[in-house]
């Protein structure tokens, strides 16, 4: 009888598995579940690559063996673009052969790519750490940037700064954005300076000390003039009473992002020109309510409380949000925080024509689903099948002492 038994919990568990495996290869088929597997580049991209001819074109540098398996996926990759520019040129560096290449551009992994001009004269150059249509286009975007703007991160009354390592620090955002193509200085905050006129944007990084009214009298003439502002408050930052007189908005109190959560993962945004097509998660270490008038809000916790808006403001834009731990050395690798990152800043600097294409998830490596699909399979393994082992284990304790 125990024999028997055994036979049908064995004969139940290969068919869990057989069901399973069945439907994770009609998962990756797109059989009925909806992925988007078509690779075939947007219009918009097509257009773009076509422009980088002649003394304009295009060489990308992968630092990866050739004969690795992430060489071959990259050039598998690289393959559509190819096709829309034959001029588009693909070099494999080995970083184990080449480490003077490596410390020259600041390799930081496996597959990493160098976007630059053939033309060794023109000696822009951007990285690529993803790899995805919407990365490699906008780094073509900026290659082709001809004007010399810049991105100043504000010093002085307790904000982050760019030359702190720990964990609160903002160094590694300062690498990563300076290795895709932004020009960054840092700056005390002081009304006697007199900035350049290709400082295109300000960040202000979460101060802990209120702005006097002076200093915000600065910055609204800086707006005034044509330079955006990204201005970042924190759960531990000072209430800021002049600037949000001076742009019209209120930080309120840290507000729960999730229910009972006040840390979580964000994957569903606001309509907004920086959110368009980004369907990847940002992380939140604890964030401010932001109340704002005549603002568009970018992200919103579960409750629909918004907690980052923007704003058009007459000559320049205005970026508030409630968290800065986001873009800190801590979390700024965490999730998809880089590429929110980059799309706030691109917006501040009138980037507009950037390209926007939902990122496609690997088939081979990842398996997206649906929250139909996940409430399905829930019930089936944690429900289902439980219950039916259990029905047929007492069925037969049932026959043994009947």
Do not use: C
């Amino acid at each position: 009888m125990k024999k028997t038994l055994m036979k049908k919990y064995a004969l139940l568990t290969v068919l869990a598995l057989v069901f399973f495996s069945i439907f994770l290869f009609l998962e990756k088929q797109n059989y009925n579940f909806n992925l988007d597997h078509n690779n075939d580049l947007s219009m918009q991209s097509k257009q773009l690559i076509k422009t980088f001819v002649n003394g304009d074109s295009i060489k990308i540098e992968v630092y990866s063996n050739k004969n690795s398996a992430v060489s071959k996926k990259i050039s598998q990759f690289i393959k559509q673009f190819y096709q829309v520019n034959k001029q588009l040129k693909l070099e494999f560096i080995d970083p184990v052969t080449n480490p003077s290449l490596v410390t020259l551009n600041a390799i930081s992994m496996q597959g990493e790519m160098v976007l630059k001009y053939q033309d060794e004269n023109k000696v822009k150059k951007i990285n690529i750490t993803e790899l995805s249509e919407t990365a490699l286009v906008n780094a073509l975007l900026k290659l082709g940037i001809k004007e010399d703007k810049w991105l100043v991160i504000a010093e002085g009354f307790g904000m982050r700064s760019i030359n702190d390592e720990s964990t609160k620090g903002l160094t590694t955002m300062l690498v990563y954005l300076k290795k895709i193509g932004y020009h960054i200085a840092r700056m005390p905050l002081n009304t006697a300076v007199q900035l350049p006129e290709n400082v295109k944007v300000i960040v202000l990084p979460a101060p802990t000390i209120q702005l006097d009214e002076a200093s915000v009298n600065w910055l609204k003439k800086q707006s005034d003039q044509g330079i955006s502002i990204w201005w970042m408050q924190d759960v531990l930052s000072e209430k800021q009473l002049y600037l949000e007189l001076a742009y019209d908005t209120v930080t309120g109190k840290k507000t729960m992002l999730d229910n009972t959560k006040y840390s979580t993962v964000l994957s569903e945004f606001s309509n907004h020109k920086i959110t368009e097509n980004f369907n990847q998660p940002v992380y939140f270490a604890e964030a401010n309510e932001i109340v704002a008038n005549n603002a568009q809000a970018i992200v919103k916790t579960n409750q629909g409380v918004p907690i980052a808006v923007s704003k058009q403001l007459p000559n320049s834009r205005l970026i508030v949000t409630g968290d800065a731990d986001f873009i800190s050395n801590q979390y700024i690798n965490v999730a998809a925080n880089r590429n929110f990152t980059t799309r706030i800043l691109d917006w501040l600097f009138y980037y507009d024509n950037r390209v926007n294409v939902p990122v496609v998830i690997n088939n081979h490596t990842q398996l997206l689903l649906s929250q139909k699909q996940l409430i399905f399979l829930s019930i089936t393994f944690l429900i289902v099948i439980p219950l039916v082992l259990l029905v047929t284990a007492l069925i037969k304790y049932r026959d043994k002492h009947a």
